[in-house]
């Protein structure tokens, strides 16, 4: 996706070799016209895989997951990152570090938004060490139902989040890899 590196070129900021602040397009102000883009891309890619339903993690995935299942015709359920005093107690959860908070987190996923029969197509924002998605994969794995991959929009290859997933056969598929952050700006791993 040509324009979705352009505007990372342009609007990215690189916050320090590890991190990079994509507010102006992903994590807090949102371009509904890209965003539907990303999604199209996904559907495009798992086309031919049989997706039931998208899950994500809140609160970045959401967008990019919704633009994803809506082009796919599918509902889409985000994780939600804490318990609430509404959480439904028949949920599943896992425990996972938060990359941007630095602390540790629980994903809660009602079990009824999620079925033996389903098949799953995990969308996130960004990928570094692999957390979230990996809490995610858990989730899919103690409902029982088939993870058929990972939609992922921005994979910086230098953490090892995204080698560590397809290590383990999970196919993954970013729109964007950025080899590296840092003085000479960000430099596109393709
Ligand atoms: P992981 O669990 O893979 O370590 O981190 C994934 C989550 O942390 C993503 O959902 C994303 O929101 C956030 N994250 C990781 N790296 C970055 C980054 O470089 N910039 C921003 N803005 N968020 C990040």
């Known amino acids: 996706m040509e324009e979705l590196k352009e505007r990372i070129r342009r609007e990215g900021v690189v916050a320090s070799q590890q991190v990079l602040k994509l507010d102006a397009i ?3 102000q949102i371009d509904p016209q890209l965003t539907m ?6 559907a495009a890619r798992f086309a031919e895989d049989g997706v039931t339903r ?4 809140e609160s970045s995935g959401i967008p990019v997951a ?12 985000f994780a939600r990152r804490k318990k609430t005093l509404l959480a ?3 949920s599943y959860f896992e425990r996972i570090p938060s990359f941007t908070k630095g602390i540790v987190t629980d994903l809660m996923l009602p079990k009824r938004f999620i079925k033996k029969e389903d098949r799953v197509l ?3 924002d960004i990928i570094a060490n692999g957390d979230a998605a990996r809490g995610l994969v858990k989730i899919i794995g103690s409902a029982e ?10 994979e910086k290859c230098f953490q090892s989040g995204a080698r560590m997933l397809r290590e383990q056969g ?12 840092g003085e000479d700006g960000i430099v596109f791993a393709d």
């Open 122 to 124: 995990l969308i996130d």
């Open 88 to 90: 439904d107690p028949d």
């Open 145 to 154: 139902a088939t993870l058929v991959g990972a939609g992922i929009v921005v």
């Open 170 to 181: 999970i196919r993954l598929e970013s729109l964007v890899r950025i080899e590296s952050l």
């Open 26 to 28: 992903l994590n807090h």
């Open 54 to 57: 998208v899950i994500t993690v």
């Open 66 to 77: 919704f633009a994803a299942a809506y082009e796919l015709g599918v509902p889409m359920v």
């Open 37 to 42: 883009q990303m999604g199209r891309e996904f």
